[in-house]
């Protein structure tokens, strides 16, 4: 496997599916210098940096001789857009190789969701960058990747639609597997529940997870909040979560000063970066999740870790979240950029005792048709179908 693997990642939670689907199968994550992991579940090999990773993994390829090599291609996972452009190389050497390739597309973007202002918001320095160019240069990026692989795995059925409306790729190249759910990798230890505990208080909580940007929608909420809370102070919002990229300070920053100035600071708590332990801990003692996007994501770990802790989720009416929720029966969905549609909802759930609760027991059991091992092994499905050549394109 091809991938950066963080604790709490993708590739790290679907390794340890592996590990407990299949214990004789051997599964090795390429991973970029630097990295190291401790688990007896992972083996990470620390392979490639970000502007020679194409001939890094060609040589540990050659080497190694793996059966199946299965890429989790995000976006930036090589770096920037200069060294992403080398993505096309990497794909190419595996086709000499003749390897069998999977591709997971994270993180997709496609034509019809740029403009100029979601350009900025995922890369403020590309901003300038006339949308012909930004087009052209995802084509090489997604293009490739998806032609020159055997199949090609999508976590939302509507990206297997764009995949061939925007990148003319096969649709019988393209296999749908959903994200897998659970819990973090990490539990919280006693300190970090007792420490969360005691900032909660007697309080109840609403909690946002996740990196702070200009696509998530976080001034919605805040302007949601403030009205809810006025009529129901036992109640606290955090955002746990700091920035992917420094190019995001100024809008943490925008932040911290919008809740300082409107004296929501004893109502809001901003915590910044939350280790895998405390995340553990925030999902365990919220009352539910909201997930106010502005803009389509690929994937959103936070949507998925909440049905997996079994807590509803607000959330804004837009892929992945109109996918991953039934209105009404996992959550509820609100049209982007509606501070009063997130009030509502908001409202909504901290009364109504018998949605709440019925939503809970619905999110039980969609969460177990999603854990990380049944996910493990449809991905080993796929690997034996690639390999034996008996690969229909069904899934």
Request: proline share 5%; glycine share 8%.
């Amino acid at each position: 496997m091809v991938s950066r693997a963080p604790v709490g990642s993708y590739a790290s939670k679907l390794v340890k599916g592996f590990s407990e689907a299949s214990a004789n199968d051997r599964v090795t994550v390429y991973g970029m210098k630097g990295e190291t992991r401790a688990e007896p579940y992972i083996r990470l090999v620390e392979t490639w940096t970000q502007t020679l990773f194409p001939f890094q993994i060609f040589r540990r390829l050659c080497r190694d001789k793996p059966d199946v090599v299965h890429i989790q291609h995000e976006f930036g996972m090589f770096g920037k857009p200069v060294t992403m452009s080398l993505v096309p190389i990497l794909y190419l050497f595996l086709k000499f190789l003749r390897v069998r390739t999977l591709s997971t597309i994270h993180t997709t973007i496609f034509p019809d969701s740029l403009s100029r202002d979601s350009i900025g918001d995922l890369l403020p320095i590309a901003s300038w960058i006339p949308k012909t160019f930004v087009v052209f240069g995802l084509h090489i990026v997604y293009g490739s990747a998806c032609r020159l692989s055997d199949v090609v795995i999508v976590h939302q059925r509507s990206h297997k639609a764009k995949l061939q409306k925007f990148y003319k790729i096969s649709s019988h190249k393209i296999a749908f597997v959903p994200h897998g759910v659970g819990h973090t990798e990490y539990p919280a230890t006693r300190e970090s529940i007792s420490h969360w505990t005691s900032v909660i208080g007697n309080r109840r909580a609403v909690l946002y997870f996740g990196y702070l940007s200009p696509r998530k929608g976080i001034d919605y909420l805040i302007d949601a909040f403030e009205e809810f809370s006025k009529q129901r102070p036992e109640w606290i919002l955090i955002l746990a979560g700091g920035i992917s990229k420094a190019f995001y300070v100024p809008y943490f920053d925008h932040i911290k000063d919008a809740i300082s100035g409107r004296g929501l600071s004893n109502r809001i708590l901003m915590t910044g970066f939350v280790p895998e332990g405390d995340a553990d801990a925030l999902y365990r003692l919220c009352d539910f999740v909201v997930l106010p996007y502005t803009q389509v994501v690929g994937n959103a770990s936070a949507c998925n870790l909440a049905i997996g802790y079994r807590k509803p989720i607000i959330a804004s009416n837009l892929s992945p979240f109109s996918e991953e929720i039934e209105d009404g029966r996992h959550g509820i969905l609100c049209p982007p950029q509606d501070s009063n549609q997130i009030l509502g909802a908001l409202e909504k759930l901290s009364c109504e005792t018998g949605l709440y609760m019925k939503i809970c027991a619905n999110l039980q059991q969609l969460s177990g048709s999603r854990d990380w091992r049944t996910i493990a092994n449809e991905s080993l499905g796929l690997y034996n179908l690639v390999l034996t050549n008996t690969w229909l394109g069904c899934t």
